[in-house]
């Protein structure tokens, strides 16, 4: 099974705060994404990239700053997070393109106080 | 651009009966679609995946049949259990690009 970690599990920042968000597979995967999950809109998709170096904007990228620095390594950044952004994020890894399921990282709840 | 609708928010049924959760789709490229389920405070996990026309898939006693002339893909299971209790999305992902896009995701609440 495919693995992926994300840190932390829990954050809890005020408005204007500085985050970073953390996932790492250890898969050889090329692709990772970050979702946010809020209820009544399902899993939306923030930032993908397709290795490292590389970022595509996903469909709710307003606010959010994401790098690829490794093959491993995929990191979410809020620079000035509003209480907007309080929700439960995931990261995904899938190792192509086409009909590749995406493995899930548990989650990191923020809150933004 | 793609999307995906799910209808049902929640849907509450007793044990041993049927369900169908419904799952639409828009796309103007070659279709892919999956069903994710989520049980309470996990990740995500695939629980069904097709790209063929009017081909039935199956996995876990959950079974769905991508309908491209109908733009659907519902999910079904002849008899529900107390462990279905999750939440199920559906999702599409096309061969032009690499991400994936879910639907709003349905509740499904098992009762004894």
């Known amino acids: 099974e495919a693995a992926v970690t994300q840190s932390p599990r829990n954050k809890v920042t005020v408005t204007g705060g500085n985050v970073t968000l953390s996932c790492r597979q250890t898969n050889s995967h090329n692709y990772m994404y970050w979702y946010r999950q809020d209820t009544g809109h399902g899993l939306r998709l923030i930032h993908y990239?397709?290795?490292?170096?590389?970022?595509q904007i996903g469909d709710v990228p307003d606010g959010y700053k994401a790098t690829r620095t490794t093959q491993e390594d995929f990191f979410l950044l809020l620079e000035l997070a509003s209480p907007s952004q309080t929700s439960l994020y995931f990261c995904a890894s899938s190792a192509t393109i086409s009909n590749e399921r995406l493995f899930f990282g548990h989650g990191t709840k923020l809150s933004v106080l | 651009g793609d999307s995906v609708t799910q209808t049902e928010g929640l849907v509450t049924l007793t044990k041993g009966l049927p369900v169908m959760l419904n799952c639409t789709y828009q796309t103007t490229y070659s279709p892919f679609l999956f069903w994710y389920v989520q049980h309470l405070n996990e990740a995500p996990k695939l629980l069904l995946k097709s790209s063929t026309d009017n081909k039935r898939t199956e996995h876990q006693g959950f079974y769905a049949t991508l309908h491209k002339s109908s733009s659907s893909f519902h999910l079904q299971k002849s008899s529900v259990q107390l462990s279905d209790s999750a939440l199920y999305f559906c999702?599409?992902?096309?061969?032009?690009?690499?991400?994936?896009?879910f639907g709003q995701g349905t509740k499904l609440s098992i009762k004894p």
């Open positions: 999702a599409l992902r096309n061969y032009n690009q690499g991400k994936l896009i």
């Open positions: 990239s397709y290795g490292a170096g590389n970022l």
